[in-house]
């Protein structure tokens, strides 16, 4: 089994940055061939789909409410993703989730299938969800 753990985050004025992270243990080939999605929920807000990452392809997806300032990469040696935040808005202040789940088919459509794939694991009970990690941006 996959336990997913994150860290990072913090709280930052608007305009500023931070990187949150999101890595598997034990280090196995599961976390390193599945997905990796990241959502955020606000305080009395629902859960929205932020990125994704495909793990086999190093494909990355961004939804529009974050591209442009929001990146992924990848640790290899680590298995640790990474997001970083740039330009911050107040708007984007919630608690932060990765879930690692089975990628969808990975091809030239990756952006729609990114997209469907996230609709899918955060309401699926397949996925290995991280506890959780607050990114605050206030002046």
């Known amino acids: 089994q996959v336990q997913v753990v994150q860290s990072g985050g913090g709280s930052v004025q608007p305009g500023g940055s931070l990187k949150v992270s999101c890595g598997g243990t034990p280090l196995s080939s599961t976390f390193s061939t599945y997905c990796v999605g990241w959502f955020r929920q606000a305080s009395g807000k629902q859960r929205e789909a932020v990125a994704a990452?495909?793990?086999?392809?190093?494909?990355?997806y961004t939804d529009d409410a974050v591209k442009g300032r929001f990146s992924i990469s990848r640790d290899n040696a680590k298995n640790i993703l990474y997001v970083q935040m740039n330009s911050l808005k107040a708007e984007d202040s919630a608690m932060y989730y990765c879930?690692?789940?089975?990628?969808?088919?990975?091809?030239?459509?990756?952006?729609?299938?990114?997209?469907?794939?996230?609709?899918?694991?955060?309401?699926?009970?397949?996925?290995?969800w991280g506890q959780g990690t607050q990114v605050t941006v206030s002046s």
């Open positions: 879930a690692a789940d089975k990628c969808p088919v990975l091809d030239e459509a990756w952006d729609s299938n990114a997209r469907r794939w996230l609709g899918y694991v955060a309401v699926a009970v397949s996925g290995y």
């Open positions: 990452f495909a793990s086999p392809t190093a494909m990355t």
